[in-house]
């Protein structure tokens, strides 16, 4: 694992950035419990719900391996935070899934952007508009609000 003060450390030792991707489009919902934006470079930043559990999740360029951390930093007009990222390979492809950092603070302003470790000592950002953000998260977490309470207990 990579951890986020890393990214800093590269940054202060001179550490090349990759060209920073403009997240032009607008959020929207992909079925009643996923939201997401996906950017000019064809990278995705989504919600995601299963049941009332909900979870951030990033399409990057490159591979990564199963179970693989590396640290990222967040941050947007509302502030930023350090967050871990975990590779989860599914049937459509390698899939970040962002632990342990509030991101649902961070979804106001303009852009939402990611900072992460790439190889050579290159950090790479991935840019993400937040136009919409608000009014597809309030629907996604609301139609999980709603499916986790019709659902039947066991």
């Known amino acids: 694992m990579i951890p986020a003060i890393t990214i800093i450390a590269m940054a202060a030792a001179g550490a090349t950035a990759v060209p920073v991707s403009d997240g032009a489009e607008r959020w929207r919902l992909s079925e009643p419990l996923a939201a997401y934006v996906e950017n000019s470079s064809g990278e995705v930043l989504a919600l995601d719900c299963i049941g009332a559990s909900c979870r951030y999740l990033l399409a990057l360029k490159g591979d990564c391996q199963e179970g693989m951390l590396f640290g990222t930093i967040v941050n947007s007009q509302a502030g930023e935070t350090p967050a871990t990222l ?3 390979t599914n049937s459509k492809g390698n899939v970040l899934i962002i ?3 509030d991101v649902g603070r961070l979804m106001s302003g303009d852009h939402i952007a990611f900072a992460y470790p790439q190889t050579d000592s290159l950090i790479a950002v991935a ?7 608000s009014e597809a ?4 977490m609301a139609n999980a609000k709603q499916r986790d309470a019709a659902a039947p207990t066991p």
């Open 127 to 133: 840019r993400f508009s937040l136009a919409g953000a």
């Open 99 to 101: 632990g342990d950092a």
């Open 86 to 88: 975990k590779c989860n």
């Open 137 to 140: 998260i309030a629907t996604v």
